[in-house]
């Protein structure tokens, strides 16, 4: 459920809706329909500091306590650019024990900020790449700080109106807004209304809303030189660590140099995808949570690419044997803290993430194994010897190697 946009150059190649912006009423989604961006909103937080900067009001490399001279001792080396890139060490305050139990009520950027101001660092700053919502929310607060003038404000005035974007803003959960989406997420019986967030919670992190239109106008803008300067839009898109850069990611996959971001928020997923050597746009807004969007942006990604492009309806699924299948079943760390861990129930194979639900694996080879609920893939490797060692989790275009433990 959703909307979808692909342009490239000036030629609008494909832009429709799927599925309903409200259940309830059926009323169907639209090029017109507004949806929360959750994540996209960075790279427009990104920009404002560049903009800023460009105005002589702040420098990238300059301390954030220059700004917040209060600030903690822990936070003397943590640069502006720091929090940009995610490799400042703040720890991201949607990882809180308490966040879920907070995300209802009311609160300010002044009080955002106190959720993790005086948390010990993750890391020395610079070291190392996480990704932090509460980075993301400090750049909020310093461009009220620095500007003199709140953050969706600045956006409007700066941004959002040069650009003609006039089906976007920072959402809002009083104000009536037109043709604005309900959010969804999957539920035991089928499709339920997604939990509800005070959307002050998230802020520069995660606030704003757009439209797929009005996502194209912000791409032909930004990397048409009517946002930033070409030096701080070369700023903006020069990874750091980890193929991230200021508020997107920056990757070169099949000799294609994508600029990209996604955004998850109660109800919506989203993705936000640039190819500059191609000047093509792929933007996916959906209004139920799943992985889809970013999915359906790497496949049409593919297909603009003239790339072959595998449906799950198309995968073919084989018998395996049981003892086959027993050698697959272990432990296999993904990354620190999180594990698939693959077991066999009678003849069928299953994998579960660690805290989410357990799947069927479908055999499409004797190695190969593919998800139903995602489009997904699982692959078992072994060493010289014909033991397990391995499973490379194919998603979203990426393959990540989990080592069995």
Known sequence: MGSVLVARGE??????????ANLEWD????????FRLGSITKQFTAACILLLEERAKLRI????????????????????????????????????????????ASTTPEKLVERFRNKPLDFEPGSKWKYSNSGYVLLGYLIEKVSGETYQRFLQE?????????????????????????????????????????????????????????????????????????????????????????????????????????????????????????????????????GAPGDISNKLGAVMHGEQVTLPSERKEITVSPDVLQTYVGTYELVPGVDMTITLEGSQLMTQLTGQPKFPLYAQSKTLFFLKVVDAQVEFSKDASGKVTQATLHQNGRDTVARKK
């Open 158 to 290: 700066n941004i959002f109106t040069p650009l003609g974007m006039k089906d976007s803003g920072y959402d809002s959960n009083s104000e009536i807004i037109r043709h604005r989406a309900a959010g969804y997420s999957p539920g035991n019986g089928g499709i339920i209304n997604a939990g509800f967030i005070n959307m002050t919670v998230p802020f520069s992190a995660g606030g704003l809303y757009s439209t797929t239109e009005d996502l194209l106008r912000w791409e032909r803008g930004l990397f048409g030189g009517k946002v930033l300067s070409a030096a701080s839009l070369q700023k903006m898109t020069t990874p750091f660590k980890d193929n991230y850069a200021c508020g997107l990611f920056v990757e070169t996959s099949n000799g294609h140099k994508q600029i990209s971001h996604g955004g998850g928020i109660e109800g919506f997923n989203t993705s936000l995808a640039y190819w500059p050597d191609e000047k093509l746009s792929i933007i996916v807004l959906g209004n139920l949570n799943g």
């Open 61 to 104: 490399d300059d301390p954030v306590k220059k700004y917040l001279p209060d600030a903690p001792t822990a936070w003397d080396k943590i640069t502006i650019f720091h929090v940009l890139t995610h490799t400042s060490g703040i720890p991201s305050f949607t990882d809180f024990p308490d966040y879920r139990e907070s995300e209802a």
């Open 27 to 34: 009323i169907p989604n639209s090029p017109a329909t507004k």
């Open 11 to 20: 030629e609008i190649v494909l832009s429709r809706g799927y599925g309903s």
